[in-house]
């Protein structure tokens, strides 16, 4: 294979929603670029993108798959991604480490939620985009209405390239105002008759043709005196104003294809080659330190590894970018961020599971390899004496999650290994083991993201898995001052145990002033604080003790011990065996035995007296609420509104945003548990929500009373 360097180097992401025709439409392009000899269907599962096990079961991309195509000279690396949001972070990596985004729009659905997630994720980027209006021989196709929608929603920097003469079963035929031809196909699709535009269209061709040469214009002041000198540019000048445009995006071009019939491909592949920016026509990558890497084929070499896939009969494969430098087999390489060393041993360029060995590959350009000994998703491998280190990935918040366990317990460590693979192939699937809820909880982008991995674990590597309802992290606090005290006394022959303490415990609220007194019933109690200790709580909050014995009730040496027994109780609350937080406790007086007393004794005597005065100190259950933003068709906005409500969701406010309506709200963590299948259910998946942690608040009483109920029954008494 022919050596490529960086100006000859273009890396495009497909993106666009489930259905759209990505992997079909990467199928026609590899087709007319040579690098298949047939096209596969997804219907017979036998593309090059793909060719997953679980993809093929699903009839749709799981994975993002990496492709190539030698055409016009220069070498295009294309990025196929999943349309569906549950694996959106194929795309925001995908978006990452090409240059130029291409938009698949359905003629039949117009812009769909998706659609603009990914627009939103394409533009804070500062991609160029590229629209390909798709499947315009669907029965429900409907380019014009479709073109006016995508400029409300996009803008007036939609310009259209070409236009259909028809849609529906009868598209065959296409004018290209670009280069002011007609393109028609046979039944079969394929090469295309290139004709002058008939008479009756020359009009509408020439009107668009007009805002085209305008847009471009725009964008270089030499173009625009000549426009306004001459009236026209000509092809090469037109290109040049486009790309110029695509760079600063200000200019989106809309293509008409049909990837089934492989109708228009070609002059879209032809526009990618020509028109869309290199890799060193685009703003430079920086690293940590914030320095720029322009991708430099004489810089020093450092590859970024973006993707990990885990294939039979070969292992891992890890796919990397150059940023910077020229990389060849065999060079040694430092992994910055592991600490560890690598060699290189073999480089490929890959086009689905087909790999071609190749000699070296220049900066910007992407490639894998395999057999790495410590190499992780997002670490950087630079030569010595480089320093760079890249951290440009930013994926979403999880969505949905569950916990997950073995069928046997005895397969634990085993599913332990498995998930930590899973992350590497797909960083949006995150595994926490939680202390707190004693749960493996596997967190993901929605039902059937997590569906997925279960799906692989089970049929790949033949693991019974179960996924349960994970319990919530609520939290426990006081409203109000209490009071207890509690001996600890045990005698089995030879020493025993004694420890006696008396304390006061009552909310804390940062920057609260020092106890003074309180009073309970007839009794007041004085405070002479001694010592304070502050402890920061790993999961919120504070723990606030303050030592006011006087007259040596209890020796110094104990009340370490003592503390101890607080956060014995404040790890595991008594209410609900929920962390709980925000209390200071006084500890005012105790008892000492001087033969019987000891750490034990005196950690069991504070963690008793201080469940005791937890329970009379009107205490209350917190429960994480979460930021929801749902972005709806507004067509079912009453129907999602009242889903919500009955999922004790505070509504914020509602804005409209690109013809689609956001609703704002406050939800408890709870009420979300399958909440992205609901909404899929209930707008035919065409909404879409982001959820972010809030605050704690109080739970409504009749829950408290439930949660309470339902831990008594559980545990009972643990004191």
Sequence with gaps: MKVYNTREIKNIALLGSKGSGKTTLAESMLYECGVIKRRGSVDAGNTVSDYFPVEKEYGSSVFSTIMYAEFLGKKINVIDCPGADDFVGNAITALNVTDTAVILIDAQYGVEVGTQNIFRTATSQNKPIIFAMNQLDGEKADYDNVIDQMREIFGNKIVAIQYPLACGAGFNAMIDVLLMKKYSWGPDGGVPVIED???????????????????????????????????????????????????????????????????????????????????????????????????DSDGPLSIFMFKTTVEPHIGEVQYFKVMSGTLVPGVDLDNVSRGSKERIAQIYCVCGQIRESVDKLCAGDIGATVKLKDVRTGNTLDIKGCDYSFDFIKYPAPKFSRAIRPVTESDAEKLA?????????????????????????????????????????????????????????????????????????????????????????????????????????????????????????????????????????????????????????????????????????????????????????????????????????????????????????????????????????????????????????????????????????????????????????????????RLLKDYAEKHGNDD
């Design 417 to 705: 290994g498995i998930l930590t693979r899973m992350h590497e192939e797909d960083p949006t699937w995150e595994v926490e083991q939680s202390k707190e809820l004693k749960q493996t909880i596997l967190s993901g982008q929605g039902e059937f993201h997590l569906r997925t991995l279960k799906w692989r674990v089970e049929n790949n590597d033949k693991l019974p898995i179960v996924f349960e309802e994970p319990k919530i992290p609520y939290r426990e606090t006081i409203t109000k001052a209490a009071r207890a005290d509690y001996r600890h006394k045990k005698q089995s022959g030879g020493a025993g145990q004694f420890g006696e303490v008396h304390l006061i415990i009552e909310p804390y609220t940062e920057g609260m002033p020092a106890p003074t007194s309180y009073r309970f019933g007839n009794q007041e109690y004085v405070m002479k604080v001694r010592d304070t200790q502050e402890i920061p709580l790993e999961w919120g909050g504070k723990l606030v003790v303050c030592d006011c014995i006087v007259g040596g009730a209890i020796d110094a040496r104990f009340i370490p011990a003592i503390v101890k027994g607080l956060m014995d109780r404040m790890e595991q609350g008594p209410l609900t065996g929920s962390y709980a937080r925000d209390v200071r406790v006084c500890i005012y007086d105790g008892k000492m035995h001087p033969v019987d007393s000891n750490e034990i004794s005196f950690r069991l005597a504070g963690r008793n007296a201080f469940s005791e005065a937890f329970r009379a100190a009107n205490p209350k259950i917190l429960e994480p609420v979460y930021d929801v933003e749902v972005l709806v068709p507004s067509d079912v906005m009453g129907d999602v509104m009242s889903d919500l409500q009955g999922r004790r969701a505070i509504i914020m406010g509602m804005e409209s945003e690109n013809g689609f309506e956001k609703i704002i709200a406050k939800v408890p963590l709870k009420e979300m548990s399958s909440y992205s299948t609901a909404l899929s259910s209930i707008t035919g998946g065409r909404s879409s929500f982001t959820m972010k942690f809030s605050s704690y608040e109080l739970v409504p009483g009749d829950v408290q009373e």
């Design 197 to 295: 535009i008939p008479a009756d269209q020359l009009e509408k061709a020439q009107e668009l043709h007009q805002k085209l040469v305008e847009a471009a214009a725009e964008n270089d002041e030499t173009l625009m005196e000549k426009f306004f000198d001459q009236g026209h540019l000509t092809e090469d000048e037109m290109r040049e104003g486009i790309r110029k445009g695509l760079i600063d995006r200000s200019i989106m071009p809309v293509f008409c294809v049909s990837a089934l019939k492989d109708m228009g491909v070609r002059r879209m592949m032809e526009f990618l080659g020509n028109v869309v920016p290199f890799v060193d026509e685009m703003p430079a990558p920086v690293t940590t330190e914030g320095v720029e890497v322009k991708p």
